[in-house]
C-alpha cells in the first residue's frame, strides 16, 4: 500500500469517528432534553390532579364556611392562574400562590369542627395532601434532570454540539420566596 492511501484511510477513519461521536452525543442531548419535558410533564399531570380537586374542595367547604367568600375566591383565583400558566416559571409562581392559599384554606377549617368531621372533607384533604406530596417528589426529580441536562450541555465536548443543535439551558423549579422563610416555633 502507497503512504496516500494509508493516509487516506487514516483521514476517511478519524472523519467517521468524528461524525459517530458528534451523532452520539446529538442524540444524547436529544434524549436528556425529552427526559426534561417528560419530568416537566409529570409535574403538570399533578397539578392538573389538584386543579381538578379544588373545586370538590371549595364547595365542601362553602357548605360550612360560607362567609370565608374572600378565601374561597383566592383559592379559585389561583387555581385558574395554575391552569392559564404555559411556561414552567409561570407555572412554579402560580403553583406557589395556590399551595398558599391551600394551606390558608385549611387553616381556615380547623375553625370549623362539623367541616373537619366530614368524610368528603377529609377525603378531598387527604388527596390534596398526597398530590402535594406527589408534587414535591416530581418537583425534586424535574430538577435532577433539569442540572443532568444542563451540566451536559455545558461540558465539554458536548457543549460544542449543543451549541450547534441549538440546545439551551433549562430553568429550575424554584420555591417561591415565602416558602423558603423558616416558620418560627414558639412554646411559650
Do not use: C
Not at 16 to 22: E, G, K, L, R, S
Amino acid at each position: 500500500m502507497s503512504t496516500g492511501l494509508i493516509i487516506g484511510i487514516i483521514i476517511l477513519l478519524l472523519i467517521i469517528v468524528v461524525v459517530a461521536a458528534f451523532v452520539m452525543m446529538y442524540n444524547n442531548l436529544v434524549k436528556a432534553r425529552n427526559f426534561v419535558e417528560n419530568a416537566w410533564a409529570q409535574i403538570d399531570v399533578q397539578l392538573k390532579r389538584r386543579s381538578d380537586l379544588i373545586p370538590n374542595l371549595v364547595e365542601t367547604v362553602k357548605g360550612y364556611a360560607g362567609h370565608e367568600k374572600q378565601l374561597l375566591e383566592n383559592v379559585t383565583a389561583a387555581r385558574s392562574a395554575v391552569m392559564k400558566a404555559t411556561t414552567p416559571h409561570e407555572k412554579a409562581e402560580a403553583s406557589n400562590m395556590l399551595s398558599s392559599t391551600l394551606k390558608s384554606l385549611f387553616a381556615v377549617a380547623e375553625n370549623y369542627p362539623q367541616l373537619k368531621a366530614n368524610e368528603n372533607f377529609r377525603d378531598l384533604q387527604n388527596q390534596l395532601t398526597e398530590t402535594e406530596n406527589k408534587i414535591a417528589y416530581t418537583r425534586q426529580f424535574y430538577n435532577d434532570t433539569v442540572t443532568k441536562y444542563n451540566n451536559t450541555i455545558q461540558t465539554i465536548p458536548t457543549n460544542i454540539v449543543a451549541k450547534l443543535g441549538g440546545f439551551t439551558k433549562k430553568e429550575l423549579f424554584e420555591a417561591a420566596e415565602e416558602e423558603k422563610v423558616v416558620p418560627k416555633v414558639s412554646f411559650s
